[in-house]
C-alpha cells in the first residue's frame, strides 16, 4: 500500500532524489524491492492480457530507482542476477526470533563499505547485530560505514595485528547472540539471505553450521554466472587432504534442494554459539586461514551435520587475479596453516573420505566407491578363471551401487592406475605392485591369494599389499607363518544371478554326468587317471579347451562360453569335481563345486581337503578310478537320494558361499581397515639383495605380527618406496633407523626405533619424529640433554614363540656365527680365525675373506635360525664400533639367549644390566678370545626366560601404550 500510494502522488522524483537517507531505511528499501518483482511477476504472469499501465510504469520507475542506488553505493552486481535469481519466497521472523551476531572481519577493506550496504539493503531479519573488527580501517571509512549502519545494532572492536581466532576469543563473552556469524568482507548478500540461514540452523537439533552458496560476482561469458562455493569439501593432492570449493566456477543454476549436507564451509558460518563453544571455538593455532574449515569438521566430529543452503546466496567481490604487494608473506601464512591443518586432519579426513564412499553417504563426495580388480584376461573369449571369479563379486558389488573395473595383462596397460580406482584387487602373484602408477596415494591395494602361496610370498613385491585376502586355511596358515600379516578368510563362491534353481535344462547339453575344465598339459589331471566313461553305463560330456590330445577326446564337445555353463549344469546329473584345476594344493578348491550346487546339481570332487574345510563330510569323495564309479553309479540310480544330498549342499552354499554375501564382507573388511589405525614400518631393505637376507627384514616381521595381533593393521615397506606417495594410507611410520635416513611426512606420526648405527643420526634427524627410541641405555639418556622430541630407551629383543630351544642335529657344532660380511672382516672372526674350533660360519660375502672350510652357507632361513643356535655350544657375536661404544645391543644376544644357548661376544656398554656372565660371556680382543671360548664352553645350555622382558610383544605394547597416550586414541 505504501508503494502503491507513493506512485500514486508522482513522488519518484523524491525517492531518487533522497537516495542517501533511503539507504538508512532498510526495511523501506526491502519492501521496495519486493513490490516490484511482485509487479514484475505479474507482468510475466498476464503477459497475453492487457496490464495497467500504471503498474508498468511503477516497474520502470523502481529499475530507475535501484539502478540509482547502484551507481551511488558502487555495489557490483551483475546484470543477470536480477533475471536469474530473482527474489524468492522466504520465511519471515517477527521480533522474537533468535538473536543473531554477526561478525565482520575486515580483511577486504575496499570491499568492506560494499556489503555494509548489502546487507541494509537485503536484509529484513528483525533480530541481528553486526560487530565489526576494526583492525585498521580508515577512520573516514569508519565514518561511512557508522553513518550507513545507524539504524541497526553496531559494535566495533578495535584490535590489531591479531589473527582472526584471538580476536573471536577475546570478544566472544560481550556477544548475547543466540547464533553468532562470521563473515567474510569481500562478499555482498542478497535478499533473504539470513531468513534461509536461520531455517535450516533450526530445522534439526544435529545440525552443525549453515553457509549460503557463493557466486562469483563478476560474468564471465554469454552473461553466465558461475558458483564459487557450495560448501568446501576435501581431497587428496600427494598424500595430504585439503579443503577445495565445492562445485568452484561451474555455471550458476538454481539448486534442486535447497540444503545439502556437507563437510565443512569458507569465507562465511552461521552456528549456534552454544555449538560453537561446545567445540571450543576457533583454534587458536591458525593465523588467518583455515579457521571456518577447522570449525566445521570440529562440529562434524562431534556428530553435527553441516550444511549449505543454495537459497542464501552471498555475491564474491574478489579479483583473484590481482596479487597482493606482500603475496610472498601470505603465500607463506598459507602454507603454515596448511601444515598445522594437516597434521591436525589428515588421518581424521582420509579415512571420512573413505567411509563416506563406502557407506554411500554422499557428504564428501557424490562419487562412488570404485574397485578394479587385476586378471589375466577377460571379455567373452576369456578363458582364466581368476576373471569369472572377480566377475562374480563385481556384479554383486555393482547391485550395491559400487562401481567396477577390471584390467588385464592381456589387454590393458596393468601399472597405470586412474586415480578414481579407490580399492585394486590382484589375483596375479606375478603383479608387480611396486610399478603402479597413480596418482591417488590413498589407493588400497589388495592381494586375493586362491592357490600358489608359496608363489606369492616369494615375491619380493609382496609387502607392499595393504590387505591379503586368502582363498583357504592352509594358505591362512602359510602367509602367517612365513610373513608378517595376519591374512583375511575370503573363499571362493558362486553368482547365484547367474548360477540358480531357475536354470532350465537344455536338450543338447543333456548327459548323465560331466566334466567342464581345460586340460593343461604341464599338469596332469587326476580326473585322466581315474575316470574311464567307457566302463560307466551312463552319458558323459566334457566341455573346455585342449582335451581333443587325451584318451577322453571321444567325449569332448566343445568349448562353452561362461555365459552358458550355467546351462550346462542344469542338463546333467552330477558335475565331476578335478581339484588339480591350476592349482598347487589340495586344500584349494574350484568355483564349479559352489556353481554346480547353486544350480542344484550334485558334485563329486577329489579334493578332500579343500571339501573338507568348507562342506565337511557331506559332499561326495572320490579318490580312485573304483570310488569314481561307485559313487557315480549310486547316485545316478538313486534320484530321491541325490536329490536330498544335493538340497543339503545347495543349502549350505546359499548361506556361506555366494558372491553376494562375499561382497558384504569385503565392504566390512574394507571399513575396518580404514576406521583402524594403520601402521607402516620402513626398513632399510634395498633392492640389491634377496630381502630374506637382511636381518632387519625378520626383525620387521616380528614387529609385523605383533601390531597385526593387536588388532593394527600393519606392513613393510622397502627402502625403494619410502619416498613415493604409497604411504599416504598409513597414520603411523615407524622408521628402523640404521644405516638409511628417512624425512618424516607432515602426514603421519613419525616414530624412530635407532636400532644401529647412531653415529649416522643427527640431532636435528632425531627432532624431526614425534617419538624416538633408541636400543640403548647409554646413547638415551646421552640424548636425552639433547633433543627437544621424546626419547625413551627401547632395546632390541626376540620373537620367543620362534626362538626356543629344539636340537638338531644337523646344525650341531662348537661355535657358530650367523650374519653378512657386507665386505667386512668381522671383527669376532678376525679375532678368532684360524680356528681349531669347530665352527660353521652362515651368511652373505664371506668368500674371499674368511677359509672356505668355515662357511657352511651363505644363508640361513629365519625359520630354521633357532634350530641352528639350539644345537651349537656357543653363539659368536660383535657388534659395529659405534653400536659397540655407544651400548647397543646386537639382537642376535636375544635370539640365541631365547634358545638357551650362551654367547661369546665383544665388550659394550649395558649388556651386564640385562645378561649374566654365564650367559653373555664377554671378551676383549684377540689375546683373551680363546680362553673365553673355553669357559663359554664349559657353560652349557643356560635359562631362556633371561629375556622374557625383552620380546617383541613387550616392545610393541610399549609403542601402543606411548601413542595412545600421546594421541588420545
Request: glycine fraction near 4%.
Given at each position: 500500500?505504501?508503494?502503491?500510494?507513493?506512485?500514486?502522488?508522482?513522488?519518484?522524483?523524491?525517492?531518487?532524489?533522497?537516495?542517501?537517507?533511503?539507504?538508512?531505511?532498510?526495511?523501506?528499501?526491502?519492501?521496495?524491492?519486493?513490490?516490484?518483482?511482485?509487479?514484475?511477476?505479474?507482468?510475466?504472469?498476464?503477459?497475453?492480457q492487457v496490464i495497467n499501465a500504471q503498474k508498468i510504469t511503477h516497474i520502470k520507475s523502481l529499475d530507475k530507482l535501484f539502478k540509482k542506488i547502484r551507481e551511488f553505493t558502487h555495489i557490483h552486481e551483475p546484470n543477470k542476477v536480477i533475471k536469474d535469481i530473482e527474489v524468492k519466497s522466504y520465511k519471515k521472523y517477527d521480533d522474537n526470533a533468535p538473536k543473531i551476531s554477526i561478525f565482520i572481519f575486515n580483511n577486504n577493506t575496499s570491499h568492506l563499505k560494499q556489503l555494509f550496504n548489502s546487507i541494509i539493503k537485503h536484509t529484513d531479519y528483525p533480530n541481528y547485530e553486526l560487530i565489526l573488527i576494526?583492525?585498521?580501517?580508515?577512520?573516514?571509512?569508519?565514518?561511512?560505514?557508522?553513518?550507513?549502519?545507524?539504524?541497526?545494532?553496531?559494535?566495533?572492536?578495535?584490535?590489531?595485528?591479531?589473527?582472526?581466532?584471538?580476536?573471536?576469543?577475546?570478544?566472544?563473552?560481550?556477544?548475547?547472540?543466540?547464533?553468532?556469524?562470521?563473515?567474510?568482507?569481500?562478499?555482498?548478500?542478497?535478499?533473504?539471505?539470513?531468513?534461509?540461514?536461520?531455517?535450516?540452523?533450526?530445522?534439526?537439533?544435529?545440525?552443525?553450521?549453515?553457509?549460503?552458496?557463493?557466486?562469483?560476482?563478476?560474468?564471465?561469458?554469454?552473461?553466465?554466472?558461475?558458483?564459487?562455493?557450495?560448501?568446501?569439501?576435501?581431497?587428496?593432492?600427494?598424500?595430504?587432504?585439503?579443503?577445495?570449493?565445492?562445485?568452484?566456477?561451474?555455471?550458476?543454476?538454481?539448486?534442486?534442494?535447497?540444503?545439502?549436507?556437507?563437510?565443512?564451509?569458507?569465507?562465511?558460518?552461521?552456528?549456534?554459539?552454544?555449538?560453537?563453544?561446545?567445540?571450543?571455538?576457533?583454534?587458536?593455532?591458525?593465523?588467518?586461514?583455515?579457521?571456518?574449515?577447522?570449525?566445521?569438521?570440529?562440529?562434524?566430529?562431534?556428530?553435527?551435520?553441516?550444511?549449505?543452503?543454495?537459497?542464501?546466496?552471498?555475491?564474491?567481490?574478489?579479483?583473484?587475479?590481482?596479487?597482493?604487494?606482500?603475496?610472498?608473506?601470505?603465500?607463506?601464512?598459507?602454507?603454515?596453516?596448511?601444515?598445522?591443518?594437516?597434521?591436525?586432519?589428515?588421518?581424521?579426513?582420509?579415512?571420512?573420505?573413505?567411509?563416506?564412499?563406502?557407506?554411500?553417504?554422499?557428504?564428501?563426495?557424490?562419487?562412488?566407491?570404485?574397485?578394479?580388480?587385476?586378471?589375466?584376461?577377460?571379455?567373452?573369449?576369456?578363458?582364466?578363471?581368476?576373471?569369472?571369479?572377480?566377475?562374480?563379486?563385481?556384479?554383486?558389488?555393482?547391485?550395491?551401487?559400487?562401481?567396477?573395473?577390471?584390467?588385464?595383462?592381456?589387454?590393458?596397460?596393468?601399472?597405470?592406475?586412474?586415480?578414481?580406482?579407490?580399492?585394486?584387487?590382484?589375483?596375479?602373484?606375478?603383479?608387480?605392485?611396486?610399478?603402479?602408477?597413480?596418482?591417488?596415494?590413498?589407493?588400497?591395494?589388495?592381494?586375493?591369494?586362491?592357490?600358489?602361496?608359496?608363489?606369492?610370498?616369494?615375491?619380493?613385491?609382496?609387502?607392499?599389499?595393504?590387505?591379503?585376502?586368502?582363498?583357504?586355511?592352509?594358505?591362512?596358515?602359510?602367509?602367517?607363518?612365513?610373513?608378517?600379516?595376519?591374512?583375511?578368510?575370503?573363499?571362493?563362491?558362486?553368482?547365484?544371478?547367474?548360477?540358480?534353481?531357475?536354470?532350465?535344462?537344455?536338450?543338447?547339453?543333456?548327459?548323465?554326468?560331466?566334466?567342464?575344465?581345460?586340460?593343461?598339459?604341464?599338469?596332469?589331471?587326476?580326473?585322466?587317471?581315474?575316470?574311464?566313461?567307457?566302463?560307466?553305463?551312463?552319458?558323459?560330456?566334457?566341455?573346455?579347451?585342449?582335451?581333443?590330445?587325451?584318451?577322453?577326446?571321444?567325449?569332448?564337445?566343445?568349448?562353452?562360453?561362461?555365459?552358458?555353463?550355467?546351462?550346462?549344469?542344469?542338463?546333467?546329473?552330477?558335475?565331476?569335481?578335478?581339484?588339480?584345476?591350476?592349482?598347487?594344493?589340495?586344500?584349494?578348491?574350484?568355483?564349479?563345486?559352489?556353481?554346480?550346487?547353486?544350480?542344484?546339481?550334485?558334485?563329486?570332487?577329489?579334493?578332500?581337503?579343500?571339501?573338507?574345510?568348507?562342506?565337511?563330510?557331506?559332499?561326495?569323495?572320490?579318490?580312485?578310478?573304483?570310488?569314481?564309479?561307485?559313487?557315480?553309479?549310486?547316485?545316478?540310480?538313486?534320484?530321491?537320494?541325490?536329490?536330498?544330498?544335493?538340497?543339503?549342499?545347495?543349502?549350505?552354499?546359499?548361506?556361506?558361499?555366494?558372491?553376494?554375501?562375499?561382497?558384504?564382507?569385503?565392504?566390512?573388511?574394507?571399513?575396518?581397515y580404514v576406521k583402524s589405525t594403520k601402521i607402516l614400518i620402513k626398513i632399510p631393505v634395498t633392492e640389491e639383495y634377496d630381502k630374506r637376507i637382511w636381518g632387519d627384514y625378520h626383525f620387521a616381521i616380528h614387529l609385523q605380527h605383533e601390531f597385526n595381533k593387536k588388532g593394527y593393521y600393519c606392513k613393510l615397506q622397502k627402502k625403494i618406496n619410502w619416498d613415493s606417495v604409497s604411504d599416504g594410507l598409513y597414520d603411523v611410520v615407524i622408521l628402523l633407523r640404521g644405516l638409511y635416513e628417512y624425512v618424516p611426512k607432515i602426514i603421519h606420526y613419525n616414530i624412530m626405533w635407532n636400532i644401529s648405527h647412531?653415529?649416522?643420526?643427527?640431532?636435528?634427524?632425531?627432532?624431526?619424529?614425534?617419538?624416538?627410541?633408541?636400543?640403548?641405555?647409554?646413547?638415551?639418556?646421552?640424548?636425552?640433554?639433547?633433543?627437544?622430541?621424546?626419547?625413551?630407551?627401547?632395546?632390541?629383543?626376540?620373537?620367543?614363540?620362534?626362538?626356543?630351544?629344539?636340537?638338531?642335529?644337523?646344525?650341531?657344532?662348537?661355535?657358530?656365527?650367523?650374519?653378512?660380511?657386507?665386505?667386512?672382516?668381522?671383527?669376532?672372526?678376525?679375532?678368532?680365525?684360524?680356528?681349531?674350533?669347530?665352527?660353521?660360519?652362515?651368511?652373505?660375502?664371506?668368500?674371499?675373506?674368511?677359509?672356505?672350510?668355515?662357511?657352511?652357507?651363505?644363508?640361513?632361513?629365519?625359520?630354521?635360525?633357532?634350530?641352528?643356535?639350539?644345537?651349537?655350544?656357543?653363539?659368536?657375536?660383535?657388534?659395529?664400533?659405534?653400536?659397540?661404544?655407544?651400548?647397543?645391543?646386537?639382537?642376535?644376544?636375544?635370539?640365541?639367549?631365547?634358545?638357551?644357548?650362551?654367547?661369546?661376544?665383544?665388550?659394550?656398554?649395558?649388556?651386564?644390566?640385562?645378561?649374566?656372565?654365564?650367559?653373555?660371556?664377554?671378551?676383549?680382543?684377540?689375546?683373551?678370545?680363546?680362553?673365553?671360548?673355553?669357559?663359554?664352553?664349559?657353560?652349557?645350555?643356560?635359562?631362556?626366560?633371561?629375556?622374557?622382558?625383552?620380546?617383541?610383544?613387550?616392545?610393541?605394547?610399549?609403542?601402543?601404550?606411548?601413542?595412545?597416550?600421546?594421541?588420545?586414541?
Amino acid at each position: 500500500m505504501v508503494m502503491q500510494m507513493l506512485f500514486k502522488e508522482n513522488k519518484i522524483s523524491d525517492l531518487t532524489g533522497n537516495i542517501k537517507e533511503l539507504l538508512h531505511e532498510s526495511r523501506f528499501f526491502s519492501k521496495c524491492y519486493l513490490y516490484k518483482n511482485s509487479l514484475s511477476n505479474q507482468h510475466t504472469q498476464n503477459k497475453n492480457q492487457v496490464i495497467n499501465a500504471q503498474k508498468i510504469t511503477h516497474i520502470k520507475s523502481l529499475d530507475k530507482l535501484f539502478k540509482k542506488i547502484r551507481e551511488f553505493t558502487h555495489i557490483h552486481e551483475p546484470n543477470k542476477v536480477i533475471k536469474d535469481i530473482e527474489v524468492k519466497s522466504y520465511k519471515k521472523y517477527d521480533d522474537n526470533a533468535p538473536k543473531i551476531s554477526i561478525f565482520i572481519f575486515n580483511n577486504n577493506t575496499s570491499h568492506l563499505k560494499q556489503l555494509f550496504n548489502s546487507i541494509i539493503k537485503h536484509t529484513d531479519y528483525p533480530n541481528y547485530e553486526l560487530i565489526l573488527i576494526n583492525n585498521g580501517i580508515e577512520s573516514t571509512l569508519m565514518e561511512s560505514l557508522k553513518s550507513i549502519s545507524r539504524n541497526i545494532p553496531l559494535k566495533i572492536y578495535n584490535q590489531k595485528n591479531q589473527n582472526f581466532s584471538n580476536i573471536y576469543s577475546q570478544i566472544m563473552k560481550y556477544v548475547f547472540g543466540d547464533y553468532v556469524l562470521f563473515l567474510n568482507s569481500s562478499v555482498n548478500v542478497v535478499d533473504g539471505w539470513l531468513n534461509h540461514l536461520l531455517d535450516t540452523a533450526t530445522s534439526h537439533d544435529d545440525v552443525g553450521a549453515v553457509g549460503s552458496r557463493i557466486v562469483y560476482s563478476k560474468e564471465v561469458s554469454n552473461n553466465q554466472l558461475y558458483i564459487k562455493n557450495d560448501g568446501t569439501s576435501f581431497k587428496e593432492i600427494n598424500t595430504q587432504i585439503v579443503p577445495y570449493d565445492i562445485n568452484d566456477k561451474k555455471p550458476y543454476v538454481p539448486s534442486k534442494t535447497s540444503t545439502k549436507p556437507v563437510p565443512a564451509l569458507s569465507h562465511m558460518l552461521l552456528v549456534e554459539k552454544s555449538k560453537f563453544n561446545e567445540v571450543g571455538g576457533f583454534s587458536l593455532e591458525y593465523d588467518n586461514g583455515f579457521e571456518i574449515e577447522d570449525l566445521c569438521l570440529k562440529l562434524y566430529e562431534k556428530g553435527y551435520v553441516n550444511y549449505c543452503n543454495t537459497d542464501s546466496i552471498l555475491f564474491y567481490s574478489v579479483d583473484e587475479s590481482e596479487k597482493s604487494p606482500i603475496q610472498d608473506l601470505l603465500d607463506k601464512r598459507e602454507e603454515k596453516n596448511r601444515t598445522f591443518f594437516v597434521k591436525k586432519w589428515n588421518t581424521f579426513l582420509k579415512k571420512e573420505l573413505f567411509i563416506d564412499k563406502i557407506n554411500k553417504n554422499n557428504i564428501f563426495t557424490d562419487k562412488p566407491l570404485k574397485i578394479a580388480f587385476v586378471v589375466s584376461e577377460k571379455g567373452k573369449h576369456a578363458n582364466i578363471a581368476d576373471y569369472f571369479i572377480g566377475m562374480g563379486l563385481a556384479r554383486s558389488l555393482n547391485n550395491m551401487g559400487y562401481e567396477t573395473e577390471f584390467l588385464s595383462e592381456k589387454i590393458d596397460d596393468i601399472y597405470n592406475i586412474n586415480e578414481d580406482i579407490d580399492v585394486l584387487i590382484s589375483f596375479l602373484n606375478r603383479y608387480d605392485i611396486d610399478k603402479i602408477k597413480t596418482k591417488n596415494s590413498l589407493l588400497i591395494k589388495i592381494a586375493w591369494v586362491i592357490n600358489w602361496f608359496e608363489w606369492w610370498v616369494n615375491k619380493s613385491y609382496f609387502e607392499s599389499y595393504d590387505i591379503v585376502l586368502v582363498s583357504n586355511t592352509e594358505g591362512i596358515k602359510y602367509i602367517e607363518k612365513n610373513t608378517g600379516y595376519k591374512p583375511i578368510l575370503f573363499p571362493k563362491a558362486t553368482d547365484t544371478s547367474m548360477y540358480n534353481s531357475k536354470v532350465e535344462s537344455v536338450k543338447k547339453y543333456e548327459c548323465d554326468y560331466c566334466f567342464a575344465g581345460n586340460y593343461w598339459d604341464d599338469r596332469e589331471r587326476d580326473l585322466v587317471n581315474s575316470l574311464v566313461p567307457e566302463d560307466i553305463p551312463y552319458d558323459f560330456n566334457l566341455y573346455g579347451n585342449w582335451w581333443d590330445k587325451t584318451k577322453l577326446k571321444s567325449f569332448y564337445k566343445k568349448r562353452i562360453s561362461y555365459m552358458n555353463m550355467p546351462k550346462v549344469y542344469a542338463s546333467t546329473k552330477i558335475v565331476l569335481d578335478d581339484a588339480t584345476d591350476f592349482t598347487d594344493t589340495s586344500s584349494s578348491i574350484n568355483t564349479r563345486v559352489f556353481d554346480a550346487l547353486a544350480v542344484g546339481v550334485l558334485v563329486i570332487s577329489n579334493g578332500k581337503e579343500g571339501i573338507r574345510e568348507f562342506f565337511g563330510d557331506k559332499l561326495p569323495i572320490y579318490d580312485s578310478k573304483e570310488s569314481l564309479e561307485e559313487l557315480l553309479d549310486f547316485y545316478i540310480s538313486n534320484p530321491d537320494r541325490r536329490k536330498a544330498k544335493v538340497e543339503q549342499l545347495q543349502s549350505m552354499v546359499l548361506k556361506h558361499y555366494t558372491y553376494d554375501i562375499r561382497a558384504n564382507k569385503l565392504v566390512e573388511i574394507l571399513l575396518d581397515y580404514v576406521k583402524s589405525t594403520k601402521i607402516l614400518i620402513k626398513i632399510p631393505v634395498t633392492e640389491e639383495y634377496d630381502k630374506r637376507i637382511w636381518g632387519d627384514y625378520h626383525f620387521a616381521i616380528h614387529l609385523q605380527h605383533e601390531f597385526n595381533k593387536k588388532g593394527y593393521y600393519c606392513k613393510l615397506q622397502k627402502k625403494i618406496n619410502w619416498d613415493s606417495v604409497s604411504d599416504g594410507l598409513y597414520d603411523v611410520v615407524i622408521l628402523l633407523r640404521g644405516l638409511y635416513e628417512y624425512v618424516p611426512k607432515i602426514i603421519h606420526y613419525n616414530i624412530m626405533w635407532n636400532i644401529s648405527h647412531p653415529d649416522l643420526v643427527s640431532v636435528g634427524e632425531y627432532d624431526s619424529y614425534n617419538q624416538v627410541y633408541v636400543a640403548s641405555k647409554y646413547w638415551t639418556n646421552a640424548l636425552k640433554n639433547v633433543l627437544k622430541t621424546d626419547v625413551e630407551e627401547l632395546l632390541q629383543c626376540t620373537d620367543t614363540t620362534l626362538f626356543h630351544r629344539q636340537y638338531t642335529p644337523e646344525y650341531d657344532t662348537q661355535l657358530l656365527f650367523v650374519g653378512n660380511s657386507r665386505n667386512v672382516y668381522r671383527k669376532v672372526l678376525h679375532d678368532l680365525l684360524p680356528t681349531e674350533y669347530d665352527l660353521n660360519v652362515y651368511g652373505d660375502g664371506w668368500n674371499g675373506i674368511v677359509d672356505d672350510k668355515y662357511i657352511i652357507a651363505e644363508h640361513i632361513p629365519n625359520k630354521q635360525l633357532y634350530k641352528a643356535y639350539s644345537s651349537t655350544k656357543v653363539v659368536l657375536n660383535d657388534h659395529w664400533k659405534d653400536m659397540r661404544e655407544k651400548g647397543f645391543i646386537s639382537n642376535r644376544i636375544f635370539d640365541a639367549v631365547a634358545c638357551g644357548t650362551v654367547v661369546l661376544s665383544d665388550n659394550i656398554y649395558g649388556i651386564r644390566d640385562i645378561f649374566p656372565e654365564n650367559a653373555v660371556v664377554l671378551y676383549d680382543g684377540e689375546k683373551d678370545i680363546n680362553n673365553k671360548i673355553e669357559e663359554a664352553l664349559k657353560i652349557g645350555p643356560i635359562n631362556p626366560s633371561l629375556v622374557k622382558e625383552h620380546t617383541f610383544k613387550k616392545r610393541v605394547d610399549k609403542i601402543i601404550d606411548d601413542y595412545e597416550k600421546k594421541c588420545g586414541k
